[in-house]
């Protein structure tokens, strides 16, 4: 599905951030792209947070001007490595986002940014079970990711992006109900808003 651009982007740094940047424009910015999720929720320099599939710490550099107390997850070595590079302040640890080395009820705040749509079903299932399992009772799971959009005059750009750089998992979340599969794991109170088209969704849930 996706073309050649998609290993390159993970190769170059450079390149990924180039494409994270100019899609964020749909939202004003890479700034607020990165803050979206996380609108409404008390954060403190206390709130244990850990950064979900945090890639190179794109959004682990917001994260850790809130908290003193983040932790960045990636199945990626080399992602880890770049991580610690440009965001030194956090903690990270390389493991699956499905089998998390933490213990029960470690987090206040399990945040996500545009991760979930790299897994097939049974893996996001698996992976929203562990995230309830690692929040504090009345934490929070924040997260951003890929939607359907409501606006038409979206499809033409984020089908161009799909195919350009994404796979059938991310085709397949677009056909997914998030907010129905976080409450069948036991989160309540999932609040979901829709930008630039529809064609992103920000959600946040409550255990």
Not at 182 to 196: N, P
Request: charged fraction near 20%.
């Amino acid at each position: 599905m996706a073309t050649f651009l998609r290993p390159l982007s993970y190769q170059y740094p450079w390149l990924y951030n180039t494409i994270s940047r100019l899609s964020a424009l749909a939202v004003g910015g890479e700034k607020r792209f990165r803050s979206l999720s996380l609108q409404g929720i008390n954060i403190n320099s206390n709130t244990k947070i850990l950064d979900l599939c945090c890639g190179s710490g794109q959004t682990t550099q917001f994260l850790v001007q809130k908290s003193l107390q983040v932790t960045g997850l990636d199945a990626s070595s080399t992602a880890i490595e770049r991580a610690k590079q440009v965001v030194p302040e956090g903690t990270y640890v390389e493991a699956l986002a499905e089998k998390m080395p933490f213990c029960d009820q470690a987090f206040d705040l399990v945040h996500s940014s545009v991760a979930l749509h790299e897994m097939e079903t049974e893996q996001l299932r698996k992976i929203l079970k562990e995230v309830y399992r690692v929040l504090k009772p009345g934490g929070i799971f924040a997260f951003i990711d890929l939607h359907k959009p409501t606006n038409v005059l979206f499809w033409p750009s984020l089908a161009t992006f799909m195919w350009l750089f994404e796979t059938e998992t991310a085709w397949k979340l677009l056909e997914t109900d998030l907010v129905d599969e976080l409450k069948k794991v036991g989160f309540r109170k999932c609040e979901q808003e829709l930008y630039a088209g529809g064609s992103l969704q920000v959600i946040q849930a409550q255990k």
